[in-house]
Each structure stands twice: as C-alpha cells, then as structure tokens.
C-alpha cells in the first residue's frame, strides 16, 4: 500500500467558516480533504492529477455545500 507524501496541512475561511485543508499524494494522485476547523466534521474530499486541481475541486465543493 502507498504511503502518503507531499503532506500539507493549512488553516483558511470558505464563506465565512474557518476549514483546515489537508492535500497529500498517494502514488500519482493528490487527495485533499477539508474540515471545519472546530469541531473537525469533513466537509468534503476530492482528488486530482496535480495538488493544485485536487484543492481547486474541494474549494469549490465546500463553497456550495457551506
């Protein structure tokens, strides 16, 4: 099984609620996950050839489910 790489983590504001962002690799793919910052619920998780498409995809779903 792959290990995770490339691991980032970040603090940011989606319309107004504090998130954290985590965006990591698994082999040739780019997962990122988004949470609310407190209490630590997911909001979404999406995937990508590159980390910039992976958090582009998560950003734009948590701007429509928030």
Known sequence: MPKAEEYKR??????GVAVVVSLYRLGETYHCSVANK???????RTEGQSPDEAQERAFEKCRARL
């Not at 970040?10 to 319309?15: G, R, Y």
């Not at 407190?38 to 979404?44: K, N």
Request: proline share 8%; net charge negative; glycine share 8%.
């Open 38 to 44: 407190d209490p630590g619920a997911v909001i979404c």
């Open 10 to 15: 970040q603090e940011t504001t989606i319309n």
